[in-house]
C-alpha cells in the first residue's frame, strides 16, 4: 500500500493550494483518513479528518478556511485550502486506515509528505 501526497507549493498569503493524496496498492477497505502538518521542531498536528461516510472534523486554525474530502471511488484524499496564513507553512501528511486482506484489521498508512509554503 502507498499513499502519494501531491499538490504542495509555494504561494502568497491569502491564496488557495489544493492537496491530493492517492490511495494505491491491495486495499480492501479505507476507513478514516485525514491530513496532518508539522512544522520542524514541532509535533505533527491534526489539520482535518475525515470518515468513509463524510464527515469531517478540524483544527481551530484551519476550521472555515479547508475543506477536507474524498473520493472513495478512486480511493483519493483532497484538502482544499484556502485563505492561506504563512502560519499555515508546513510538510502536510496524509494518513488513512486501511484494511489489505478482506478479514484483517484496519492498519494506519502514512504519505510522504508535500511542502506547503507561504509567504507574506
Known amino acids: 500500500v502507498q499513499l502519494q501526497a501531491s499538490g504542495g507549493g509555494l504561494v502568497q498569503a491569502g491564496e488557495s493550494l489544493r492537496l491530493s493524496c492517492a490511495v494505491s496498492g491491495t486495499i480492501f477497505g479505507i476507513n478514516d483518513m485525514g491530513w496532518y502538518r508539522q512544522d520542524p521542531g514541532k509535533q505533527r498536528e491534526l489539520v482535518g479528518a475525515?470518515?468513509?461516510?463524510?464527515?469531517?472534523n478540524y483544527a481551530d486554525s484551519v476550521r472555515g478556511r479547508f475543506t477536507i474530502s474524498r473520493d472513495n471511488a478512486k480511493s483519493t484524499l483532497y484538502l482544499q485550502m484556502d485563505s492561506l496564513k504563512p502560519e499555515d507553512t508546513a510538510v502536510y501528511y496524509c494518513?488513512?486506515?486501511?484494511?489489505?486482506?478482506?478479514?484483517?484489521?484496519?492498519?494506519?498508512?502514512w504519505g510522504q509528505g508535500t511542502q506547503v509554503t507561504v509567504s507574506s
Open positions: 494518513s488513512a486506515a486501511i484494511r489489505t486482506t478482506a478479514w484483517g484489521t484496519f492498519r494506519n498508512y
Open positions: 475525515i470518515t468513509s461516510g463524510g464527515s469531517t
